[in-house]
């Protein structure tokens, strides 16, 4: 992973019926899916949510988790 940004947000949305990772580094941006981001996109084990392994990782960087 790449220098993160830190104090950014994260959210998980539906897409279909799974959840998927979205960030945003301020409360004025939109949200987007994470793989927009590819400084911070990491690999998912299968099974998995999409997101899950840069969600650990941003989470362990200041990132704030956000409700839906």
Do not use: C, V
Not at 6 to 11: H, T, W
Not at 46 to 62: E, V
Request: charge should be negative; glycine fraction near 6%; hydrophobic fraction near 35%.
């Amino acid at each position: 992973m790449a220098e993160t940004f830190k104090n950014g947000q994260m959210l998980w949305k539906l897409e279909g019926s799974d959840r998927a990772l979205h960030l945003r580094h301020h409360d004025s941006e939109p949200w987007k899916p994470y793989e927009e981001f590819p400084q911070y996109a990491l690999p998912d084990p299968d099974g998995f949510s999409k997101g899950i392994t840069t969600f650990l990782a941003l989470l362990k960087n200041d990132w704030t988790a956000t409700k839906s």
